[in-house]
């Protein structure tokens, strides 16, 4: 059925009815300061790919409008007296929908002399101005492109330098071999909660991206040296901007997949004497499609769901208001068999199984331009996420019993206000302070052999702040040397750990084409919220939490780069890092190998003590075509080492110390109907090659004796699993009608279905050591209608 069902798609795209016809679309757009967002009035938008070319001028709130412009890929150039000239190459410019566009242009620092921006030089640079190394911009249309990405952020940061998938079955991505749970997201300049569903307390990532492709607009991905106005991060940071909807009209955009169903509208509303906007996108998934089509996903019913919204409100004098959210309800279940014949060949058919993790986020920001110089933005947001776990386990006489069952809320209300302003051409300071107020109810209980009864392990609610502060100074010195220099603060109040954060950063332009960078940042991290409250029962059976006291761990970060434009918008950039970790949790009741910095998920029920260390040092390498026509490609290799000390004063390696990775991500794009472009197909690929996760040695006799697996813990992660290697494939066909874009994807993850080795355990049957495995071939079909 669903061969057909792709095939008869494919005939639709081919076939051309209408063929004689020329669509164009309206092309939009503001023209802003990048520093304080004042909008350009009498800017000059040319679009220079038009035959002949033509343009626009903005008016008094920066904005421009190009009717008629031809269905494609177009380049607009933006010029503006005392502006560097800008230039926004790859425009998409659909029949569906308008295409609109948000143009941030810097001020020149020597206004008598002209600097033209390069299409595409300014695809590599981040959209934050403070962010000077290891940093970048991507693009939503990466996000859809990038063969196996599958609209997620997170999948498609994979294909960068220094980036790790450390499990296929769900999006943690390790960055720079540090573990995934050191990742901060960020929405709209605040903290957010871990945006995926089927997620888990103190993780970062989860099985499927809760975030919509259709809220979401260019933004930063930032792997080390992060500017000053970021905090409680280690390791990486995704800074996520949403769109505001069309203003003008109404436009719906429709998807169905083997992901889900998603349903998208936005549109104008009017207010007062004011227009504003709203953008609301809806899905619907059952991955119980996938099992139809053959990929094996379990016996486990699994369901999930998600809305987000971004409200745009402008209020004239009173600035502009926006209200944004997105919300994710996901659930897995599984039923046991009352069949004691089937238990021994499925261990799994022994338990209930039920599994929910819900997350959600909501908030209101207002922005206000105080001055030509000045800029305010505040926001405001509640945030919140539930896990729970039940496992009950059939016995002989088919009673359940239960053995494990938890239920963690965390809520949280962020308030947060953010000041701009520029003095000049050369001097700019960020500076702001955000405070969140944390409430948490954790309840947590285990099954335990020995006392043959269900334990207690976590029992604790209450409250809690965070408070951070920081400013950042960007003095453009020279006009080839730009200095910045900020500190973040960061004060947890629940046990009152503070640290204060340096951060630096300085970039020569040798010429425009040919940069050297070097960063320095002190980043600290609050311990995930219920490893403070873990119990340890003592001999006279009262109890005692020793982590009350644990302090944030510290990272210091070092990472020198170098930029490199080449002809035919090709770009080579090398980076070389050193990160030292201090304060690191391990184990403080005995020695051994137990570090903080080798867990993904969940709370640690072990006293601790912030005595272990951490180091991470590697060289990157990234060669990067931006898309020309049709054509991209990105190549980004990592070397690196990461190890660990642990309380016994042993340097290991981590569970992450893969020692290098690299990945190959390339597509074409051909469009037919030459001069209508109403056409087009796309094919990409992705090879990744690594080396395998580390884990201890398994005790093969201690395993038999005691039934489970057993690791030999003295000599955790020597172990290092088979090399990685994994290629993805991509095909998408887009056809424009009147009024009215479809587009066909296709995906197969894992094409050539490697057996990619997970890990090891014992197999109690068997009495032997076997391998669990990676995530087989797994096919992506999806087909969307915008209009």
Known sequence: MYKNIFFSAILLLLTD???????????????????VK???????????????????????????????????????????????????????VNSGKETELIIEMEEDFLQAKEVVIRAGLEKQKPLNELSTVSARTFSVEETQRFAAAVNDPARMAASFAGVAMSNDGANFISVRGNSPNGLLWRMEGVDIPNPNHFSAVGSSGGGISILSAQLLTNSDFITGAFAAEYGNALSGVFDLKLRKGNSEKHEYTMQAGVLGLDAAAEGPFRFGKQTGSYLVNY?????????????????????????????????????????????????????SEADSLLWNDERDKQYDYNFVANTGVVGATHSLILNDKSYLKTVVAASGTKNGQRVDKLLEDYNPRREFDNDLVQTKLTVSSTLNHKFNARHFLRAGAYVNFLNFNFNQHEFDDDEDRLE?????????????????????????????????GLLFLLNNTWSVEPRASAKYAFSEKQSLSFGYGLHSQIQPLGTYFTRIAGDDGSFTQPNRSLD???????????????????????????????????????ADAFSILNVTDGFVNESLKNTGAGRNYGLELTVEKFLTRGFYFLLASSIYQSEYRGSDGVWRN????????????????????????????????????????????????????KGETVRDDTRAFEDRMPAYFRLDT?????????????????????????????????????GKIEYYYQAPLIPVLSYKLEF
């Open 456 to 488: 207690e392990q976590l029992d604790e609610s209450g409250k809690g702040t965070s408070v951070n502060t920081f400013a950042q100074w960007q003095f453009r010195a020279t006009e080839r040397l730009t200095l910045n220099a900020g500190m973040h």
């Open 552 to 590: 944030l761990t510290k990272a210091h970060h070092f990472v020198l780069s170098f930029d490199q434009s080449l002809a035919g918008n090709w770009h080579l950039k090398p980076e070389i890092y050193y990160q030292a970790l201090t304060n690191v949790p391990v184990n403080s009741a005995e």
């Open 38 to 92: 004042t909008p350009l009035i009498g800017a000059t938008v040319a679009l220079i790919s038009a035959d002949p070319q033509r343009g626009a001028m903005t008016d008094v709130d920066g904005r421009f409008r190009l009717t008629d412009v031809p269905v494609g890929k177009h380049t607009l150039r933006i010029t503006y007296l005392g502006y560097k000239e800008a230039v926004s190459a790859n425009v998409t």
């Open 654 to 705: 981590t569970r992450f110390n893969s020692n290098y990775v690299n990945t190959l991500t390339a597509g074409k794009e051909w469009e037919w109907n030459r001069g209508r472009k109403n056409r087009s197909i796309g094919v990409n690929l992705k090879i990744t090659s690594m080396g395998g996760l580390r884990e201890s040695p398994i005790d093969l006799e201690a395993s038999r004796a």
């Open 730 to 766: 991509g095909v998408r066909l887009k056809r424009n009608y009147r009024s009215l874009t479809t587009t066909l994807a296709f995906d197969i993850q894992n094409a050539t279905n490697r057996q990619n080795i997970f890990g090891r355990y014992y197999d109690e049957d068997s």
């Open 283 to 335: 899905r619907y998934s059952t991955l119980s499609v996938l099992s139809k089509l053959g990929v094996n996903i379990g016996d486990a019913t699994t369901n999930f769901q998600d809305l987000s919204f971004n409200v745009w409100l402008p209020a004239g004098k009173a600035g502009v208001f926006t209200l944004f959210g997105m919300g994710g309800l996901s659930d897995q279940t599984q039923q």
């Open 17 to 35: 009815p209408l063929s004689a016809q020329n669509y164009t679309q309206t092309l939009k757009g503001t023209v802003l300061d990048k520093a």
